[in-house]
């Protein structure tokens, strides 16, 4: 079983930066993607990033683009979400999700999912 931790949320005022981490456990831990997304009440998650367990593919939504990027350490099987110029649009909680075989972004493909960190952006 496959389990993943989110950390790094918090409260930040709008144009600050945040990095969440998901760490991720279990005896034979290989996915093929792991991704972000986010969350807000009475909304839909919403996909943020993905980036391959091997090689440096990544996919970002347009809202986030330039500024958040995700990044992966195999060795310490985690992956991260840098988070610069924040907007009060960012605020929702943030899911790691990791799948085992090609996503297409969509979220019902990921097979493991975070509890979630909250990210809340003032203005």
């Known amino acids: 079983q496959v389990q993943l931790v989110e950390s790094g949320g918090g409260l930040v005022q709008a144009g600050g930066s945040l990095r969440l981490s998901c760490a991720a456990s279990g005896r034979t831990f290989s996915p093929y993607v792991m991704a972000w997304f986010r969350q807000v009440p009475g909304k839909e998650r919403e996909f943020v990033s993905e980036?391959?367990?091997?090689?440096?593919?990544?996919s970002y939504a347009d809202s986030v683009k330039a500024r958040l990027t995700i990044s992966r350490d195999n060795a310490k099987n985690t992956v991260y979400l840098q988070m610069n110029s924040l907007k009060p649009e960012d605020t929702a909680v943030y899911y790691c999700a990791a799948s085992s075989a090609p996503s297409y972004l969509a979220a019902h493909r990921y097979d493991y999912w975070g509890q979630g960190t909250q990210v809340t952006v003032s203005s």
């Open positions: 980036i391959r367990w091997s090689g440096y593919t990544t």
